[in-house]
């Protein structure tokens, strides 16, 4: 196979230059502030700052309420995760199956992809409506009273459904494609071998799709940890009290609204730990035992 190559060493690193600058200004720079700020007691108004060591982390550490958005955030990616995955894989089955009218099924089923983050947050504010949502309507109806911004419960339920319906997709799309691209010959061989459809999905086609489906899963881990941010703040309303929150959000309303910026920081730099511990986990841990066809 032919190889790219180039004339001179300054050819290739001037090609990446813009690239690489567009990294190094917003995520290495603040990357770096954020974790200097962190051992920082800092005045908002940038007056001046004390430096306090770790303390800003023990005080996380021993911090019931930031535990608390801990424990939700694991909860709440988990739901997003599987619902979003599951959800998709079975409507591109389905997809997959149709013969007549599929390019217009396929795009009924992908238009949500489109619609921005705040938008689907403030879809789900008026479905879930306390005086006349449809939702809301439809949970009074089996005997629910539903309550979006006041109670617990109800509000981290309403902002799991909105996220997945946001997610799926993106999920949607990949799956099909995984799906399409699995040969026409191993499907009539598992055909011959399996008259079971399920024991066919099962035994031949979800392993196939073990490379997208591997990809999927760090990518709607990612989404359900920082990218759900625009839905949670549209359908908190700005006054977050009791609802539920992650832990990006938490660092958006300890840093822009309680000021902290030392403490909001650390907590910055706790998400950037966890995202360096995801990716090693990707690479290290399960792709050596994805199989690639």
């Known amino acids: 196979m032919k190889r790219a190559g180039f004339t001179t060493r300054w050819l290739p690193i001037l090609l990446l230059l813009p690239q690489l600058s567009i990294i190094a200004v917003f995520f290495y720079w603040p990357a770096a502030h954020a974790v200097q700020s962190s051992f920082y007691l800092a005045d908002p108004f940038g007056f001046g ?30 739901l997003v995760t599987f619902f979003s995955l599951a959800l998709a894989l079975l409507l591109a089955v389905k997809a997959d199956n149709v013969i007549r009218g599929a390019k217009t099924y396929r795009t009924l089923l992908m238009w949500v992809y489109a619609v921005a983050p705040p938008v689907a947050g403030f879809i789900g504010l008026i479905m879930f409506n306390q005086s006349w949502g449809p939702l809301t309507e439809a949970a009074r109806a089996i005997g629910w009273d539903f309550k979006l911004g006041v109670n617990f419960n109800d509000s981290a339920t309403a902002m799991v459904l909105v996220s997945v319906w946001k997610q799926v997709p993106v999920n949607f799309i990949f799956f099909l ?18 008259r079971s459809a399920r024991g066919r999905f099962w035994d031949v086609t979800f392993p196939l799709l073990a490379p997208t489906g591997f990809f999927l899963l760090i990518i709607n881990i990612t989404y359900a940890l920082f990218d759900t941010f625009g839905v949670i703040d549209t359908m908190v309303k700005g006054e977050p009290g009791n609802n539920p929150m992650t832990l990006v959000y938490k660092v958006y309303v300890d840093g822009f609204r309680g000021n902290d910026m030392g403490g909001s920081s650390a907590q910055s730099v706790i998400l950037m730990l966890l995202v360096l511990a995801l990716t090693v986990f990707q690479f290290r841990l399960i792709e050596r035992r994805i199989h690639y066809t």
């Open 177 to 194: 494609s995984g799906l399409q691209s699995i040969p026409k010959s191993v499907r009539e061989a598992a055909l011959i071998d399996n």
């Open 49 to 78: 700052a004390t430096y306090v060591g770790l303390d800003n982390y023990t005080d996380l550490a021993g911090s019931s309420e930031y535990l608390k958005v801990a424990r939700f955030t694991l909860v709440f990616t988990l």
